[in-house]
DNA sequence: GTGGTCTAGACCACA
DNA sequence: GTGGTCTAGACCACG
């Protein structure tokens, strides 16, 4: 696994695994690797992963059993949708407004994002 | 000033910077606040400004004349809107669309963003 | 039967049976469950309730019969509520004082308290 | 520093950096000894300390200054009280009174708790 | 100087 | 086997 450097490590490893649990690969109620399969997996320290997995446990994402591992919370999905819009609604969208406006850009210039919208009428 | 935590306190000044110049708030030419002026104003070390003054400087936005102070150079407006163009099309605008079809944005919740594309037709 | 972060899952088991002894529900010298019907009725790898049994008989407060099950022992009761006087005085109570002061509670703030020592006078 | 077994150590410094706060030693608004000071000073690792601190930022006892240090956060005295009290009330008073009732303790036996509080009427 | 992240490796209690 | 904590040491960006 390759990482950015814009964003922690631990971070990117976090966003993935959010990834599958919303794409399903890991679906709720299931066991995600352990701390240590999962850092040889991407090839990083296992500290890192707790780490990773501990912020998990703290957004209520995975939960803990003892001994045993970490498994996908029954309201996983949903709180990482709630988690990613808000971020979107209050960062992304008001930053993004922000640049179209400043740079000025013409409606030819965001075609792409146009037909993006017009794909699901 | 409040600063993010996510970029360089130094970036976010410069950003401001650019913002004043594309804006005409700075226009060309013009001699911008002295390092001491603008660190009292936003509340930092003078370092942190002088450092963003010699990053401006090296992308030619702004220049130095010894004793005088930083001025706003010729081309700098247009090497800002050139820089971020460039950023926006290679970075925000991808990543904005991959978001908005990630969570399945209805039209109803991007309203914001269709107003304000729609003020300057 | 759900479990705290704080204590091994082995001790919180262990406290149940030694309070079931002492209220009398596990009456001395009967058959407590098996280990697999413990671990069943809990909900825990058997290998846990074994250790929870092999801790409370190095303690003396079950005994084993090979084949059969195990016992609560004689001296059980007794056993069991010293160990949790002494614990009781030495740690539990200046602990308990000590938060008292430090938080200053009030006294209707303890009335709960107030309320259990009076039942029985 | 010296440290109990029962409770992390980056806990034990949590809880011994609230009391200095509450005390006073630390004050609201005051900077607290960076990282590595700290590390040096009770004989820990950095990210021992790096942790303690990252909790204490959590719970808005502490915040940051990029580059500069943790500061006490104004709400801190108020924000560690309310966290306190909750534990006792959620978790301390009922174990105890949960205790006395179990242990079946005399009035004589708990005169070391009565005397504690009719010393503030 | 400050925080912040990561690695490598160890040790522990628990299931 | 699992998580969980800690150490020692390195490196980075920032002020």
Redesign the pocket.
Known sequence: ME?KDSK????QIADSICDKIVSGEYPVGSKIP????HAAAV??????I??T??EL?RENIIS?Q?????FVTESAPQQIINLRKEEFFQVHLPEFIRQVKLLNLSREELKPLFDQLNEKP
């Open positions: 990482f922690g490590i631990f971070q352990s701390v240590r399969e090839g990083v320290n296992q500290n890192t707790m780490r997995y501990m446990q803990n003892r001994g045993i591992g970490f």
